[in-house]
């Protein structure tokens, strides 16, 4: 099973600044197969990044995502309120086919 | 738009199969899509369960394949999840999801069902 890690665990800021998220796999993987999602308290996780840096239908881009190999990263520039929140990374790959991070929580 | 709604007890007893509905509208799960399921423990992570693809293939997570069945049902548009000899560890909020056109990523949820296993 490929193994995911995201850092940090939890990130405090402010509205206005950027966030940067980082997510390391234990095994180089493919960049079509790895993602980003936003959750919300009491809500679905929502697809945000595909393919590393493909921004999902309707999201801002002020969303960002990068990386290869088994390092990758999720960049929110400008923070809004909204973007408070639980993000994780997901992969594909590997003997459970798809795994996610821990997650990185986003606090004010 | 596909929309997905979960369905299914909210308590089941220790030893019982868990067992769950996932209605989809919006597309045909004759699609080539993949069908999933994904749960959350409470205050915890997502875990990947299992999928399914109109042509009967399906794959499922080692920790859990033994005890896991997901299954589809053309004629009423739905696929269904069955998870066997439930313990109180398996209590999660329960979500279907699909990738629809997004490649090896979920694209679509539903809202997600909390089942909680408890005598």
């Known amino acids: 099973e490929i193994g995911l890690t995201q850092s940090p665990g939890t990130l405090s800021l402010s509205p206005g600044e950027r966030a940067t998220l980082s997510c390391r796999t234990s095994q180089s993987i493919g960049s079509s197969h790895l993602a980003w999602y936003q959750q919300r308290p009491g809500q679905a996780p929502r697809l945000l990044i595909f393919g590393t840096s493909s921004r999902a239908t309707g999201i801002p881009d002020r969303f960002s995502g990068s990386g290869s190999g088994t390092d990758f990263t999720l960049t929110i520039s400008r923070l809004e309120p909204a973007d408070f929140a639980v993000y994780y990374c997901?992969?594909?790959?590997?003997?459970?086919?798809?795994?996610f991070g821990q997650g990185t929580k986003l606090e004010i | 738009q596909v929309q997905l709604q979960e369905s299914g007890p909210s308590l089941v007893k220790p030893s019982g199969t868990l067992s769950l509905t996932c209605a989809v509208s919006?597309?045909?799960?004759?699609?080539?899509?993949?069908w999933t399921w994904i749960r959350q423990p409470p205050g915890n992570g997502l875990e990947w369960l299992g999928e399914i693809h109109h042509s009967g293939i399906s794959n499922y997570n080692p920790s859990l394949k033994s005890r896991v069945t997901i299954s589809v049902d053309k004629s009423k548009n739905q696929f269904s999840l069955n998870l066997d000899s439930v313990t109180a560890a398996d209590t999660a909020v329960y979500y279907c999801a699909t990738t629809g056109t997004y490649s090896y990523s979920y694209g679509h949820w539903g809202q997600g069902t909390l089942v909680t296993v408890s005598s």
């Open positions: 997901q992969q594909y790959g590997g003997s459970a086919l798809y795994t």
């Open positions: 919006g597309a045909s799960i004759s699609n080539n899509y993949w």
